[in-house]
């Protein structure tokens, strides 16, 4: 039985030498057709036909050409839009959640609308309707029960529409029998009894990707994943008669190419989507999509507008044109929105689940439009990269643009990019009210194993006159996912829609798991003020975390969280429980505003160390929420001088690495006060330490990287402990100064094998070393920091392993331990071999053992699973598997049957080196681990020291400072109080 289906690619890299002005910018209809109103009546119960229970992957997404240039586009390093702290501002708890479906089909395709008195909600390929009480009111039922053109369709991708200015309701999908749009508009404005016109529009033999639905003043806007090498020349947005299609009449469609558009392969423009009573103009409706710089073709990042203008009396002078370019120079940030070079394997689950699509190169649907009084508005987002210089970290990106008159320019009025912490935020749905205020629904992921999230649906917000670029409410859960994706396949879609009722109030609809169940789940949750007098507290502005004094200035900020302005009320704060503060905020606050507010009263914050307790709350009377009025906040008083290194950067673990290494170290300051001319330290093994002076301003609780001036030597093959230290003067906490790192130098490197299928090592035991749910990555992984120890004198040995996939026996594990340490895993040195792997997804355990005069002390260990079934070598360790893992750790032989004696006086290896200005190290490289003395005589055979010694982990080492005594020799002893080592060293 064959496992796997392979698809072969063949990839280039087109480069357009062509300038702008050389491009198409303009272009007429591509195609033109009309169609004709089947009507269809009420959704009587029968009619009703239940949907498939079938599990079923449903239109897997085109690709065309991967068009991503390696190590192109901006930035290179952090997002310089990123909010990468979470707003202050108490969400509210959703108003309702429900689950709208539950399906087996990858993906679900999530898709909802609200109305003044229902819900209208669609998935592959099936949809329900819901009172706005969570009544479901029509059952579950295929798509095909609509009727009509809809007779016996169900190939999918459903989109919904509400469209508020004709009080009417729209169902799409997509037919391949021919290739058609098939579109159901409801003919009032009750979906269940009203009856449905509906349409089928063919697209000329070419299935519409991915089709995503708007309104505009003259039609129904379709945008499409097609044609993604000829996009400039052939139909990707499709415009439908909307006024004929609200009365059943014959309707005209018309079809247009994007010219000027770069592609990445999959792509996804939109179209802009009126939300609100008031449609715009018929004419220049936009068309937008983001261009990444990392994409060929694109020189920087930008946001692409198109303008389309329909004649319905002569659909061939009908035009598309390139609008605008907004840019760097318009307030659009550089972004990186390509992840793993455009493939839909991306972000990693917990329990080693496959990585889930972060839906890239996409404007995720709605793009919302909304005219306002001075104004018109429409927000947008899509997922970006938030630092492509580390591990991918999804975060959303989204914009605020403004048009000041129909017709007009648009303009960047703000953008953000929502990443909070190191969670990964995706499939975001984005939307704006009545009042301006912004609501974004997404889905966070983490596979963190002390803090795993599976994908869970959550929101955010902000209020209309927040500062720009900035979610200022506090997230707030949706719904917490229970299990994890099965498939890389996700949503794949969100959508978020507006309740024209109140034109406030947000209806949210994304995909999360229950054990094998996809469930669609809404969540309706409201920003805007709702309440007349409601007062509260946000945020304690000052202090802060620093070296705090006895006079301490309180300040916070207040919002308005009501409808009416507030004049004229009490603001109190306690510290530690201790008498309330209370003094009057003099002045208005009007509706949904902010204002800082700072006490007269100064607060005693002066001991070093403590924890306080601050409690700030509003005292309005008749205030109508009083769960928002309070905050309590803890700030701690930081000890002035307390700095530390909090990573070591650079090296990593390499192939052939050099004699002239960068060190690149995080520094951290965790004291109170800014700090400069910091002394910092590293040193190799137990080589003497090399000292430098970081003399930048490291403030208040922020992290600097510092690139030592001078280079390590890591040539010769094997295994490096680097350790690096900060040696500030008065230093409050020595136990945060220092950070230890293993790296390796190795011959070879495996990387680029393939285990999108499973293959490889998913859990790995071996003594104390545990790790779960193995990241696929590029096949190899570098683990040399974990480490376990192996008592040579115990002779066998057990190490189990997991993998996610075993089939026909050619799943198998093979290991090694570089006993000679030349970094060179050599075939005397492989103790398991071609061990086959027989169940996936369970425990098998393997013997194994090593020579009983295996060197003593650290040696590299490597692990390598696969399908030999396929190309690579298995038994090979620098041999790229087509489908496997190699990861590499560390183990530690001991031996227990040594006697000290005998293990001093016949294993141990004393060094005296010298490190200048008669500052010493006495090493004793050993894995021996029992506590030693040391002691110092001078040639009389006085003693000058005798200290305890403790083994760091590659042996003992003691700093010796003998630069106040007299010049002549010593001698150092190293061992028990019986027997020891001793060595003699000059003082010059």
């Known amino acids: 039985m064959m496992k796997k289906l392979l698809f072969l690619f063949a990839f280039s890299i087109l480069f357009h030498l062509n300038s702008f002005s050389q491009k198409l910018e303009k272009a007429g209809p591509v195609y033109i057709d009309s169609a004709q109103a089947v009507i269809s009546g009420s959704l009587s119960k029968s009619k009703l036909v239940p949907p498939s229970t079938e599990f079923k992957i449903y239109n897997p997404r085109n690709r065309g050409i991967n068009n991503v240039v390696p190590g192109k586009g901006l930035p290179k390093t952090v997002d310089p839009a990123l909010q ?19 399906s087996r089909s990858t993906p679900t395709d999530p898709t909802g609308v609200v109305g003044p008195n229902h819900y209208l909600n669609a998935w592959n390929s099936a949809f329900s309707i819901w009172d706005k009480n969570k009544n479901q009111i029509v059952p579950p039922s295929s798509l095909a029960s609509i009727g009509g053109e809809f007779q016996g369709e169900v190939l999918g991708d459903p989109i919904v529409v509400y469209d508020e200015a004709a009080d009417r309701y729209i169902i799409s999908q997509f037919s391949d029998s021919p290739e058609s749009f ?16 509906t349409y089928r529009f063919t697209t000329n033999g ?76 018929p004419g220049n409706s936009p068309i937008v999509y983001l261009q990444d710089d990392a994409w060929a073709g694109v020189s920087e990042d930008h946001l692409k507008i198109w303008l389309i203008n329909v004649d319905w009396n002569d659909l061939s002078v009908s035009t598309i044109s390139e609008s605008q370019e907004l840019s760097s120079a318009n307030g659009v940030s550089p972004f990186i929105a390509t992840f793993d070079g455009g493939s839909f394997s991306n972000l990693s689950q917990p329990d080693g689940a496959p990585d889930v699509d972060a839906l890239q190169a996409t404007m995720m649907y709605m793009t919302q439009y909304r005219r306002f009084a001075s104004y018109n ?25 403004r048009q000041q008159n129909d017709g007009g320019l648009w303009s960047v009025y703000q953008e953000g990019t929502y990443a909070p912490d190191k969670r990964d935020r995706f499939s975001g749905s984005i939307g704006i009210d009545a009042r301006g205020n912004i609501g974004l629904g997404y889905t966070v992921l983490d596979n963190s194993p002390a803090d795993p999230v ?88 000052t202090p802060q975390n620093a070296t705090l004094t006895a006079s301490e200035v309180i300040s916070v900020s207040i919002r308005n969280f009501g409808t009416n302005a507030i004049s004229d009320f009490e603001v109190s704060y306690s510290v530690n429980e201790g008498p309330e503060i209370t003094e009057m905020f003099e002045g208005t606050l009007a509706s949904s505003s902010a204002a800082e507010y700072t006490f007269e009263e100064t607060a005693d914050l002066s001991e070093i160390g403590e924890i306080y307790n601050i409690v700030v709350s509003t005292n309005l009377e008749n205030d109508s929420n009083p769960d928002n009025d309070t905050i309590e906040e803890e700030v701690k008083n930081l000890p002035p001088r307390d700095v530390g290194v909090t990573s070591i950067d650079a090296p990593t673990t390499g192939q052939s690495l050099g004699g002239n290494e960068e060190v690149t170290v995080t520094l951290e300051n965790f004291g109170g006060q800014s700090q400069q001319d910091i002394p910092v330290s590293y040193q190799i093994g137990n080589n003497a330490p090399v000292n430098e002076i970081f003399n930048q301003v490291l403030p208040v ?28 003067e008065d230093d409050f906490d020595p136990s945060n100064d220092s950070d230890i790192k293993s790296v390796a130098n190795i011959s070879c490197i495996p990387e680029g094998s393939d285990c999108s299928f499973g293959d490889g090592i998913s859990y790995f035991e071996l003594g104390d070393i545990l790790n779960e749910r193995i990241p696929c990555g590029d096949g190899y992984i570098d683990f040399i920091g974990e480490s376990t120890d192996l008592d040579r004198s115990q002779g066998d040995f057990t190490v189990s392993v997991q993998s996610y996939f075993a089939e026909d026996d050619a799943e198998k594990f093979s290991m090694w331990i570089d006993l000679n340490d030349n970094g060179v895993f050599e075939d005397d040195e492989r103790v398991i071999t071609s061990e086959v792997i027989t169940e996936e997804n369970t425990w098998q355990s393997f013997g194994f053992s090593i020579p009983e005069d295996a ?56 060094k005296v080196v010298t490190a200048g200005g008669n500052q010493y190290r006495v090493i004793m490289e050993t894995s021996f681990d029992e506590p030693l003395r040391i002691t110092v005589h001078n040639i009389l055979g006085q003693k000058m020291l005798e200290n305890q010694l403790f083994n760091d982990g590659d042996g003992y080492v003691y700093e010796l400072d003998m630069s106040y005594a007299a010049r002549g020799v010593y001698l150092v002893r190293v061992g028990t109080r019986k027997v020891g080592k001793v060595m003699r060293f000059i003082v010059k």
């Open 84 to 102: 990468s702290k979470m707003g202050d501002i108490k969400a509210k708890t959703p108003i309702i959640t429900f689950d709208a479906a539950i």
């Open 701 to 728: 609780g922020e992290e600097a990287v510092y690139t030592f001036n001078q280079s390590a030597n890591l040539e010769p093959f094997g295994r490096y402990r680097i350790t690096s230290r900060t040696m500030l």
């Open 855 to 910: 060197p003593l002390g650290q040696h590299l260990l490597r692990i390598r699973a696969g399908d030999t079934n396929y190309d690579g070598d298995l038994n090979d360790p620098c041999s790229v598997m087509q489908y496997g893992t190699t990861h590499d750790y560390s183990v530690n032989v001991t031996d227990s049957t040594i006697d000290i004696e005998d293990f001093i006086l016949n294993e141990a290896d004393l």
């Open 182 to 197: 098939l579109i159901a508009v409801s003919q009032g404005p009750d979906p269940v009894n009203d009856g449905w016109y």
């Open 206 to 281: 070419i299935l519409p990707d991915y089709p995503k639905m708007s309104v505009w003043g003259d039609g129904y806007y379709i945008t499409t994943n097609k044609n993604s090498r000829t996009a400039d020349e052939n139909p990707v947005v499709y415009v439908v008669e909307r006024d004929k299609m609200l009365t059943g009449k014959t309707a005209g469609i018309l079809a247009f190419p994007l010219p000027g558009i770069e592609t990445n392969g999959f792509y996804s423009p939109a179209g802009f989507q009126t939300v609100g009573p008031e449609l715009p103009p």
């Open 377 to 401: 508005s429409v927000v947008m987002n899509f997922v970006v990269d938030v630092d492509p210089s580390a591990a991918e970290h999804a975060g959303i990106r989204w914009y605020e643009l």
């Open 454 to 541: 599976y994908p869970s649906l959550r929101y955010t917000g902000r209020f209309v006159n927040d500062p720009p670029g900035i979610m200022t409410l506090e997230e707030q859960s949706i719904f917490e996912g229970e299990s994890p994706n099965p498939n890389s396949r996700y949503g794949d879609y969100a959508h978020l829609s507006v309740d024209p009722s109140d034109g406030v109030t947000f209806w949210h609809n994304g995909e999360v798991f229950q054990g094998i169940d996809r469930v669609n789940t809404v969540g309706v949750f409201r920003i805007a003020a709702d309440r007349p007098n409601d007062i509260g507290v946000t945020s304690l502005l």
